[in-house]
């Protein structure tokens, strides 16, 4: 890889934007990043070459950024509230706002086609996650002391089928069930929200399963797991998180292993 291969790193919150910055470093990137959260600018500085803090909603600024350093790749990475972004649509500069008006609808779909073929229009090349994060996917096994039972294994299976089928509308990719119900699934308000309104309304021991959607763009949301998926869980009830297999980043996995044994959770790739 040449050593004048620049990246622009368009980053949020998270530990997600640190590992890639390392990653892409290791493979020889000059990066750039472009940090659209407070967080993700404090935990950039040093790491990439040069840190801009933007705003998510500047988009000329961003393109105009990439073209100062002559950056023609980017990677998306680390979360940006939607809620935040949809309350400050009214902020959006005239180029966010001219290419969002063409949208028929604002799932997260139609907003990466969007800046996918912006980007493209600027000759930057968005590159996947999954080119700098590979080695945080998991095969399929119980990483936990706890094992599922059989009803438990039942729930699982369940909560697979109906999440790929929610993911594949673009709702969301998570959800939580118990004795082949489901009280709860992910929507816009995130994951962590998910769980903890699935726990209210069983009180104890759910079954949370995480899963990609069905043609999942490795370019952007790839589902995440974390310690603090599993301390909302352990707070909230406890129980199971089942996650899809080779598909799901799962950040500091002994850590997280860790914090499943000590609140009695069972955490399994399915």
Known sequence: MQQNNKLAIIAGNGELPVLLAKSACEQGFNTCALAVTEEANRNLEGLC???YK??????TKMLDLMKTEMVNQAVFIGKVPKLDLLRNIHKLDWLALKYMSTLTNFNDD????AVINLLKKYDVKV??????????????EVLSKRKPTLEERIDIEYGYDV???????DIGQTVVVKNKMILAIEAIEG?????KRGCLLFGKEVIVVKVAKPNQDERFDIPTIGENTIEILGKNGGGILAFEANKTIVTNKEEIIKSADKMNICLIAI
């Open 54 to 59: 933007v705003s998510p909603v500047q988009v």
């Open 49 to 51: 070459d040069k840190v």
């Open 163 to 169: 999440a790929k089928k929610v993911s594949s509308l």
């Open 127 to 140: 590159l996947p996650q999954t080119m700098f994060l590979k080695h945080l996917f998991l095969e399929k």
């Open 191 to 195: 994951t962590d929200e998910a769980i």
């Open 110 to 113: 139609s907003i990466h086609k």
